[in-house]
């Protein structure tokens, strides 16, 4: 299973590093994306790195806030967020990927065959 966790309040302008980390199988097999829904919304993919990290996808709402990593040995693909926004508030989820590419695919997609439980991110004053 996945299980994402990293999240919490943070402020305006603020950081936070999310993990994904595996438990029963290697992450290092798969790529691995992420989702988000905020209050109201739909989830929609966030950004995915590929097996071998030589491959990243962003969506347009958080380019150049993000960045993604992944050490193997630890079983843990991080997401990195930067000079966040209230409205990136959301229930950030991650989810093993068929192949890393652009995030307009939908959380249901089979290309998303394990996905995890999520972690609350929230951007306040």
């Known amino acids: 299973q996945l299980q994402a966790s990293g999240g919490g309040l943070v402020q305006p302008g603020g950081s936070l590093r999310l993990s994904c980390a595996a438990s029963g199988f290697s992450l290092a097999y798969f790529d691995i994306a992420w989702f988000r829904q905020g209050p109201g919304n739909e989830r929609e993919g966030v950004s995915c790195i590929s097996k071998n990290s030589a491959r990243t996808h962003f969506a347009d709402t958080m380019k150049g806030r993000l960045t993604m990593s992944r050490d193997n040995a630890k079983n843990t693909v991080y997401l990195q967020m930067s000079n966040l926004r209230p409205e990136d508030t959301a229930v950030y989820y991650c989810?093993?990927?068929?192949?890393?590419?652009?995030?307009?695919?939908?959380?249901?997609?089979?290309?998303?065959?394990?996905r995890g439980q999520g972690t609350q991110v929230t951007v306040s004053s």
């Open positions: 989810a093993t990927d068929r192949g890393c590419s652009p995030m307009s695919r939908s959380w249901q997609s089979s290309d998303f065959e394990i």
